[in-house]
């Protein structure tokens, strides 16, 4: 049996995790810990929790993931992204644990025009960014073996996201007006946990860093505009620059993830993102 903790219990990707994680438990025991229940900059009780688990693998879903939030409390978003993933790098160096830490394509400032790869120059233009990227430095200089995923725009029938806020105001409002200057990839949170299950094979795959988001390319005003039309929503939606809809975080104008690596790693296919859309739109209903 493999024993996999999974940190940040109560977030949206930890929920998909425990979805997918029901056609494994033959072979796989989770166990999910929340915020209250672990606190990954409690660095006292993060070893209390290796030691007593004697786990193979630490999934990190935990984060302050607040982009605007970021801005003004960065104290807290570098304690929870860098310090958190800090203490879980040190304490799976002497549990012997593999780390599973998830990260994103905020690492990046968008600067390119092409998909970014793993070996792409990183540059956060934000605090939550800034504070993500710090937690990824911390593994990998820290950590003997951690696998770190970057994902991108990650959504689902659980937690607060984009869908669900655009599904609210959709039948809220008559006019919504949505960004499509920043072009990203949307991210079904259910395929990138089967994703992460496949991780969970010692000796498998090299450790490392790998990019995953669901195939295809969309600005955020095209994400929005296919949750309408595939939940039959109709409001008036207005494409608008970033400068029209200022908030207190800048995010990259270009943030699509080039997949190439994990592709070949783990010999899957992605699926698309309006594809997967339409998979949790359904799961929603
Ligand atoms: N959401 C997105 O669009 C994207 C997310 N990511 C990354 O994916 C991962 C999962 O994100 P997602 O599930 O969407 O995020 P959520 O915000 O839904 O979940 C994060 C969880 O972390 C918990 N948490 C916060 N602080 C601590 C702490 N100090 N100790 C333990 N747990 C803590 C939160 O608990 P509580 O609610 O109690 O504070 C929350 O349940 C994160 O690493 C995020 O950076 C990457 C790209 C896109
Ligand atoms: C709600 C709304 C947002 N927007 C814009 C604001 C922003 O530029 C963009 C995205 O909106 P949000 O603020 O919901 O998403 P945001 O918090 O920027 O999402 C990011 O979260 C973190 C955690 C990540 O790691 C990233 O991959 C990414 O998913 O859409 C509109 O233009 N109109 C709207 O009505």
């Avoid at 960014?129 to 710090?134: D, F, N």
């Avoid at 929005?224 to 104008?253: M, T, W």
Wanted: charged share 20%.
């Amino acid at each position: 049996m493999l024993k996999i903790l999974v940190t940040g219990g109560n977030g949206q990707l930890a929920r998909c995790i425990k979805v997918i994680s029901s056609k494994y438990l033959d072979t796989h025991t989770f166990s999910y810990k929340s915020s209250a229940e672990l606190n990954i900059t409690n660095k006292a009780a993060v070893l209390r929790e290796f030691e007593s688990g004697a786990y193979d693998y630490c999934i990190n879903t935990a984060a302050f993931t607040n982009v605007d939030g970021a801005e003004k409390d960065k104290d807290l978003a570098d304690l929870v992204n860098r310090q958190g993933a800090k203490n879980l790098a040190e304490a799976s160096n002497i549990y012997n644990v593999v780390l599973v830490h998830i990260s994103t394509d905020f690492v990046f400032d968008g600067a390119q025009s092409v998909p970014y790869t793993e070996k792409d120059p990183t540059n956060a233009l934000g605090s939550y960014g800034s504070s993500k990227l710090k937690g990824e430095q911390a593994i990998s200089l820290i950590c003997q073996k951690y696998f770190i995923i970057r994902t991108s725009w990650l959504y689902s029938e659980f937690g607060s996201n984009f869908l669900k806020s655009m599904l609210k105001y959709g039948r809220e409002r008559n006019e919504l007006s949505v960004v499509f200057d920043q072009i990203g990839t949307p991210t079904y949170a259910m395929d990138l946990a089967e994703v992460l299950v496949l991780f969970l094979k010692p000796n498998k795959v090299d450790y490392g860093i790998y990019h995953y988001s669901n195939e295809g390319v969309a600005s955020w005003y095209d994400f929005a505009k296919a949750i309408f039309e595939i939940n039959g929503i109709s409001v008036h939606l207005q494409p608008i620059r970033s400068d029209a809809y200022p908030l207190p975080a800048k995010r990259p104008s270009f943030s699509v993830l080039d997949k190439s690596k994990i592709k070949k790693a783990l010999q899957i296919e992605i699926p698309y993102w309006r594809d997967s859309l339409i998979k949790a739109s359904k799961a929603l209903k």
